[in-house]
């Protein structure tokens, strides 16, 4: 998940810096991209990541968990169809977050007082590039932690996010979330931290309530990748 993340955020970042803010909601998704043809970059670049990020899962998923196939009857599932899913998502949530939503990073202020200024798109930038850094690190963050699950050095829903809340993560993982959530918060403060620097069209939009909507994110998709691990409800029986 974490690479995948990068790779299509990436994608987004480099559609804006090139078509500039005001098109990129209309031509900077997936549709706006490749209702182009595969001969835009943007379109070409997205493409190129699905198949990596699919082909990715296929190839180390040599036999996939039970819970990975839809209907759970499969003991050998194929994860073809599981990694597209998976893919799908992230890609969804990242065309709202960056381009669609309401608000949205990459939201066009052209029609605010002062325009869509060179301090807003700085701005909306940084912030972009704070919350696929923070997605991806947070997604490695959880990752590590089920490992150490795996190997008997956690207990049994010490993983279960969010981890910050969760008094049986081990304070690693705790650091692991924190260092970089703050990390995420302190690059956006630098080019958001006054209401000049922000876009008129993030409507009170700050760092917080930002990164909130990354982390909750990546925690909600944290249990389709380890679904083979013990869930809340079983923990409570």
């Given amino acids: 998940m974490a690479n995948a993340v990068s790779k299509f955020a990436k994608c987004a970042v480099r ?8 098109d990129a909601p209309a031509r900077c998704t997936v549709f706006g991209a490749c209702g182009l043809g595969v001969s835009d970059p943007t379109c070409r670049c997205y493409q190129k990541s699905l198949d990596n990020v699919e082909r990715t899962q296929t190839l180390r998923c040599v036999d996939c968990p039970e819970c990975y196939e839809s209907n759970g009857n499969d003991p050998n599932p194929e994860c073809g169809s599981d990694a597209h899913a998976k893919a799908a998502r992230i890609v969804s949530f990242l065309e709202s977050l960056f381009l669609t939503g309401t608000p949205a990073v990459f939201c066009n202020d052209s029609q605010s007082i002062n325009g869509h200024s060179l301090l807003e798109l700085q701005c909306q930038l940084a912030t972009a590039k704070a919350l696929y850094a923070l997605a991806k690190q947070h997604a490695r963050c959880l990752a590590n932690c089920r490992e150490l699950e795996r190997s008997g050095h956690v207990a049994a829903g010490g993983c279960i996010p969010p981890i ?3 008094g049986n993560a081990p304070a690693t993982v705790q650091n692991c979330v924190l260092r970089w959530q703050i990390k995420a918060l302190t690059q956006i403060e630098m080019r958001c931290a006054t209401a ?10 700050i760092g917080d309530d930002w990164t909130t909507a990354v982390e909750n994110f990546v925690d909600q998709q944290d249990p389709t990748y380890f679904c083979d ?9």
Avoid: I, M, T, W
């Fill in 164 to 166: 910050l809340s969760n």
């Fill in 15 to 22: 559609c804006v810096q090139r078509v500039g803010p005001v």
């Fill in 196 to 205: 000049k620097q922000r876009p008129a069209c993030h409507a009170g939009y």
């Fill in 229 to 237: 691990f013990p869930s809340p409800a079983f923990l409570d029986e």
